[in-house]
């Protein structure tokens, strides 16, 4: 593995201390500052292995399918933490969670189905967009959470909680038009119907 890739495989590791500090029972209010530390430390990975990769010329067509399955794996598992205790309330995030896991799935197939045809499909721009959305949903959602573990106010973090609904839906808005054009770009590819 290149520096690139253990830097990437870093944010593997955090996701599942990312769930299981987040569900700790009574979410104790030293519980914030252990999640704010795991989701910067994600997010900041996220921001650098690709920069690490193209200054080390150690670009790979593994690391171009590694990088967004970590992303995905990561996001996924801040969505899921938020729709299971209501900070993503009701149905409707329920319906936005399954959408996301359902377009994240599309495109991981979709980029290994290229793969097998010798063609390593990277980051679009519409790809990155929703990944800065999806990002920007987590902070607020964990932004509401932390207001909620140390009782900042019910008013405080309703406000926080819609905010971060909203970005939310936007977030899945963009990631099925993004899933549009990456579908676009494997039927251009003549690698598929």
């Not at 193209?54 to 590694?66: A, Q, T």
């Not at 377009?103 to 499909?121: D, T, Y």
């Not at 959305?133 to 140390?150: D, E, H, I, K, P």
Request: glycine share 8%; aromatic share 14%.
């Amino acid at each position: 593995m290149t520096l690139a890739d253990k830097i990437t495989a870093l944010r593997l590791l955090l996701a599942p201390f990312f769930f299981i500090v987040y569900l700790l029972p009574r979410a104790a209010p030293w519980t914030v500052p252990v999640l704010w530390a795991l989701f910067i430390v994600s997010e900041i990975t996220d921001l650098i292995d690709g920069k690490v990769a193209r200054s080390r010329k150690e670009v790979s067509d593994f690391g171009k399918l590694f990088d967004p399955f970590a992303d995905v794996l990561v996001r996924i598992t801040y969505f899921l933490c938020f729709v299971v205790t209501g900070v993503f309330p009701g149905f409707l995030s329920l319906v936005l969670f399954l959408l996301v896991l359902y377009r994240e799935f599309g495109i991981q197939f979709l980029r290994v189905l290229m793969m097998k045809k010798g063609i390593a499909m990277g980051a679009r721009k519409g790809g990155k967009i929703k990944a800065f959305t999806y990002m920007l949903a987590g902070f607020v959602a964990l932004l509401a959470v932390s207001v909620q573990r140390l009782g900042f106010g019910e008013s405080v973090f309703l406000v926080l909680q819609r905010s971060a609904l909203i970005i939310f839906c936007i977030s899945v808005i963009i990631s099925l038009v993004s899933f549009a054009d990456y579908l676009s770009v494997y039927r251009k590819s003549g690698t598929g119907v």
